[in-house]
């Protein structure tokens, strides 16, 4: 996405959350295929086409043949259907595919290829939307970015820490991955702040800092968690996976036994610059961040999910129209 389509997008967002815009996608339908759970991405773009005229058919995986995305696979394992065939028949009934793709499948360097999705969108002959994968969330990152925007007004050289948070669980790097990139097209000045060991994409890492370079912004990684928070003007708190491991979550789980005090707090919120907080929720409240600053007077974390379905519907209307 270049930047003048990011911005054209936003904008289009705000008109579509001042003024709806009305049956504009009568006729027209969303198919969904969800892989893992989800409360706000399924629901904010059933909600968002069904304001627009349109509707939704939501799949999840029970409902689905088990699906083989390599090309010229013999397929004589427990995959049923080749993604090919799911996509090409998808394509005759639906104006539009959305996929929420599995956590942790393999190894990272083969799940960062997103090779279900990408099979999607090279085989289908309608739009794909990314809905989560383990390596972009860009619907949310899309959400967080119109969030920051309404409340920061200018975008360039603003201070956002992407703070590294405990978790109980191995979780993916979408968000974290989406966010980077976004806010970096916009100009911000981004830290990414996380215990050692938990590095994003070095690709993801390069390209954003690039972005943000052009756009008059910067990016920094820091190890520490005050420095992380010191003179932020947000703070956007996410766990994210161990790449190292990302195929041995146990071993994961004994890492991040050191990082238990990666917590957002209110001493934390103080070191910052009377930063706004942002999580995209599904958030475990006292291990992530506390319940102190998620019901804060600075928390957005509500925004960000309404703003979903804004965002949404933007791009639904982009797509479709
Ligand atoms: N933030 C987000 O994508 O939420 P869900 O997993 O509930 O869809």
């Given at each position: 996405m270049s930047r003048f389509q990011l911005d054209d997008l936003l904008d289009l967002a705000t008109r579509v959350k001042g003024k709806r815009p009305g049956?504009?996608?009568?006729?027209k339908t969303l198919g969904m295929l969800f892989f893992q759970p989800s409360l706000r991405t399924r629901v904010s773009f059933e909600v968002g086409m069904q304001q627009l005229g349109g509707h939704c058919i939501n799949l999840s995986s029970d409902d689905l043949y088990d699906l083989e995305p390599n090309e010229?696979?013999?397929?004589?394992?427990?995959?049923?259907?080749h993604v090919k065939d799911a996509a090409r028949t998808l394509s005759r009934y639906v104006d539009a595919l959305g996929i929420r793709a599995a956590a942790r499948t393999s190894t990272w360097e083969r799940d960062r290829q997103e090779l279900l999705l990408r099979s999607y969108a090279e085989h289908s002959s309608v739009p794909v939307i990314n809905l989560e994968t383990v390596f972009e969330h860009p619907c949310q990152a899309l959400a967080d970015v119109l969030t920051m925007r309404e409340n920061l007004i200018t975008m360039q050289g603003r201070k956002l820490t992407l703070m590294w948070c405990n978790h109980p669980e191995p979780k993916s790097l979408g968000p974290t991955h989406s966010v980077l990139q976004l806010a970096s097209l916009m100009g911000m000045d981004v830290t990414l702040a996380h215990p050692?060991?938990?590095?994003?994409?070095d690709e993801v890492l390069q390209r954003s800092r690039a972005a943000a370079e052009e756009a008059g912004g910067a990016g920094r990684v820091v190890n520490d968690m005050q420095a992380g928070g010191k003179?932020?003007?947000?703070i956007y708190a996410r766990s994210w996976g161990c790449t190292k491991y990302w195929d041995d979550p146990e071993r994961e789980s004994i890492v991040k036994r050191s990082f238990q005090d990666w917590r957002v707090d209110r001493e934390l919120m103080a070191l910052t610059d009377d930063a706004m907080l942002m999580h995209p929720l599904p958030v475990r409240r006292n291990v992530a961040a506390t319940d102190e600053v998620l019901d804060g007077?600075?928390?957005?974390i509500y925004d960000q999910a309404a703003n979903r379905a804004h965002v949404q519907k933007a791009l639904l209307m982009q797509l479709l129209k």
């Open positions: 049956q504009v996608l009568g006729g010229q696979a013999v397929m004589d394992g427990p995959a049923e259907e050692l060991g938990f590095e994003v994409d003179g932020a003007e947000v007077d600075r928390s957005r």
